[in-house]
T-cell receptor, first 115, second 113 residues
Framework: SQTIHQWPATLVQPVGSPLSLECTVE??????LYWYRQAAGRGLQLLFY??????ISSEVPQNLSASRPQDRQFILSSKKLLLSDSGFYLC??????????????FGPGTRLTVT | GNSVTQMEGPVTLSEEAFLTINCTYT??????LFWYVQYPGEGLQLLLK?????DKGSNKGFEATYRKETTSFHLEKGSVQVSDSAVYFC????????????FGTGTSLTVIP
């Protein structure tokens, strides 16, 4: 079965420090991968998605970046964190099955607090 | 373009009350529709889905019917429990836009005993 891992689960970082969040998927090949951010009390904001190794699409301008060095690894980074980067970061993956339509699966999330 | 609009929350209900959370969508093609649930401090879990018009998705007592004529996918449950307290997200995915997922803003539900 497929599983998705995210770490760390929680993180407290000072303003101006770097960031690296990691997401890995098991049990599937060539998935589409996504990073979302959920600010407190708000909906999901799609940050990046990737359809393959080295292929990254950015949905919103920001001081964050993403990389996909391996098929099932997706990394979210920042060189200098801002207070506004605080939030709940969710990694997700999707594949298009032979039947039943697409489906997206989410990781457990990382709670980032920038102080 | 594609978008999803959900009723604003928060919603507070007593245990065993009837639940409806409204969701309407706009899509350029023929989307699949989803409801996801997020329990406190966790990621999103798929609750139910429907892939074509008139399909009914159901799970854990929740139901939603894909209504193409009204572009709606309202979530219902006949008798809510305290354990149903969570945030509920309506979403769509459309082949015409590369199967990208579009989420509503989420509706927070609190069920009180």
């Amino acid at each position: 079965s497929q599983t998705i891992h995210q770490w760390p689960a929680t993180l407290v970082q000072p303003v101006g420090s770097p960031l690296s969040l990691e997401c890995t998927v098991e049990g599937t090949s060539n998935p589409n991968l996504y990073w979302y951010r959920q600010a407190a009390g708000r909906g999901l904001q799609l940050l990046f998605y990737s359809v393959g190794i080295g292929q990254i699409s950015s949905e919103v301008p920001q001081n964050l970046s993403a990389s996909r060095p391996q098929d099932r690894q997706f990394i979210l980074s920042s060189k200098k964190l801002l207070l506004s980067d605080s939030g709940f970061y969710l990694c997700a993956w999707s594949v298009l099955p032979l039947s039943g339509g697409p489906q997206q699966y989410f990781g457990p999330g990382t709670r980032l607090t920038v102080t | 373009g594609n978008s999803v609009t959900q009723m604003e929350g928060p919603v507070t209900l007593s245990e065993e009350a009837f639940l409806t959370i409204n969701c309407t969508y706009t899509a350029t093609g023929y989307p699949s529709l989803f409801w996801y649930v997020q329990y406190p401090g966790e990621g999103l879990q798929l609750l139910l889905k429907a892939t074509k018009a008139d399909d009914k998705g159901s799970n854990k007592g929740f139901e939603a019917t894909y209504r193409k004529e009204t572009t709606s996918f309202h979530l219902e449950k006949g008798s809510v429990q305290v354990s149903d307290s969570a945030v509920y997200f309506c979403a769509l995915s459309d082949r015409s836009t590369g199967n990208q997922f579009y989420f509503g803003t989420g509706t927070s539900l609190t069920v009180i005993p």
